[in-house]
């Protein structure tokens, strides 16, 4: 029985779906079935998918690439750091979409592009800036306690 559900078309699924009664709805699934791509056939990775950064549609991983469902826009799948460039090493399975650079320290999810890449290296090194301002000002702060202190030992 599973092998006989497998060899079913997408249509013939969808199909089963729609009341017998109901022309309409049956027009509109088939309409559905022709119009969109059909998903392709799982492989040793699974079913992965990312968004298509033109069309904003689903990118389908077939083989080493990824290719859009909706404009056909293909992408490797492997990241290149824009810095580096140099191959960043993928998120372990079922981590946050997040690779990184071996070499530096930047990220990037699966749809970015360069210049998101970019972006979020200067948000990181702005806030590490904005840590060290604050963490300066914080010894300096303790430097006029302790000398205050200081003081007012040597008075006593």
């Known amino acids: 029985m599973e092998f006989a559900e497998e060899a079913r078309s997408r249509r013939s699924q969808l199909l089963r779906m729609a009341r017998p009664d109901d022309d309409r709805l049956r027009d509109r699934l088939l309409a559905y079935a022709d119009e969109t791509p059909d998903p392709p056939a799982m492989g040793h990775h ?3 998918t990312r968004g298509c950064p033109n069309c904003r549609g689903t990118m389908w991983r077939q083989r080493n690439d990824f290719v859009c469902a ?3 826009h ?3 799948a492997v990241m ?6 140099v191959e960043m090493k993928p998120p372990p399975k079922g981590w946050v979409d ?4 071996p070499n530096c320290r930047r990220t990037a999810a699966s749809t970015d592009v360069p210049a998101d890449i970019e972006a979020r290296e200067r948000q ?3 806030a590490i800036a904005l840590l060290d301002a604050a963490l300066e000002e914080r010894r300096h702060q303790n430097k006029v306690i302790d000398d205050l202190e200081q003081d007012i030992s040597d008075t006593e």
Do not use: T
């Open 70 to 72: 909706g404009c056909g």
């Open 80 to 85: 290149e750091c824009p810095h580096c460039h």
């Open 98 to 101: 997040r690779h990184h650079c």
């Open 124 to 126: 990181r090194l702005d």
């Open 46 to 48: 699974g079913i992965e």
């Open 74 to 76: 293909v992408r490797g």
